[in-house]
């Protein structure tokens, strides 16, 4: 059975930073490229990033450039979303999510497998 489990998330002032991490058991995690998105009350969830099965390749939504990196260990079976320098904006759930050999495109509907979430609160 497959799982998926973010951890990581908070309450953190402006500017501050937070480490997501993102668990999977249950599937060959290196052939999955696996995605950070997020939802915030009253909105669309929204890609945020991700990273290829292979690794190679990344993508960041445009308002977290420079400011979020993702990253993998397939050794622990984890994925990892750096984020520093937070905004209020940023604030929302955050969920980890698994395509087995997908695109790493930004897009969320061939994600098959999918976490519960962690809260990410950034406060002004």
């Known amino acids: 059975q497959v799982q998926v489990v973010e951890s990581g998330g908070g309450l953190v002032q402006a500017g501050g930073s937070l480490r997501l991490s993102c668990s999977a058991s249950g599937l060959t995690f290196d052939e999955y490229t696996v995605g950070w998105f997020r939802q915030a009350p009253g909105k669309e969830r929204e890609g945020v990033s991700c990273?290829?099965?292979?690794?190679?390749?990344?993508y960041y939504l445009d308002s977290v450039k420079g400011r979020f990196t993702v990253s993998r260990d397939n050794a622990k079976n984890t994925l990892y979303l750096q984020m520093n320098s937070l905004k209020p904006e940023d604030t929302a759930m955050y969920y980890c999510a698994a395509d087995h050999l997908g695109p790493c495109i930004g897009a969320q509907d061939n994600y098959k497998y999918w976490g519960q979430g962690t809260q990410v609160t950034v406060s002004s």
């Open positions: 990273i290829s099965w292979s690794g190679y390749t990344t």
